[in-house]
């Protein structure tokens, strides 16, 4: 497979530009085409990076990470990728993983793949649980629901 083809898109707002470059540089030394969108940060991180073979798009003003994703999406297509991967700025994805993401897309048995840091069991006893932070829980729902007029989920929990 021509990993040059394979176009990771990784959007960023307001992201410390060596946390960036430490998530890009793998990327480009597996040969991946790197796609970075600045989502209207308020620093423009280019400069900074334009020692990098990447493809920097820049929004003027934040549109929200969708949008980002939607113009890495839209520009990936129009380049003609093979692939596209979505990959997060901050450096909590493996560039090692991408591999085997990829492989049900090169055989043919999918037209998707999703990949999740927190399938494996391991992974899942490092989330923290509300029950973990009761008593912190429940000051930040009370304040939430006196300040905003409503409780504030926590991971899509509401106790």
Not at 32 to 56: A, E, M, N
Not at 63 to 75: H, P, V
Not at 89 to 112: F, K
Request: net charge negative.
């Amino acid at each position: 497979m021509d990993k040059s083809k394979v176009f990771v898109i990784i959007p960023c707002y307001n992201e410390k530009v060596d946390v960036v470059r430490q998530t890009i540089m793998p990327l480009l030394t597996t040969g991946y085409t790197v796609v970075l969108i600045d989502d209207g940060s308020k620093q423009d991180i280019f400069l900074q990076l334009s020692d990098l073979p990447i493809i920097y798009l820049r929004h003027v003003v934040n549109l929200g990470q969708g949008a980002a994703l939607q113009t890495g999406m839209e520009f990936a297509k129009r380049e003609g990728a093979a692939y596209v991967v979505h990959f997060d700025a901050d450096g909590q994805h493996s560039v090692g993983e991408l591999g085997q993401l990829l492989e049900p897309l090169q055989q043919g048995i999918a037209d998707v793949a999703l990949g999740s840091r927190f399938l494996r069991k391991q992974d899942q006893l490092q989330i923290p649980r509300p029950d973990d932070w009761s008593c912190l829980w429940r000051v930040l729902s009370m304040e939430s629901l006196r300040v905003c007029g409503s409780r504030m989920p926590i991971m899509g929990c509401v106790p």
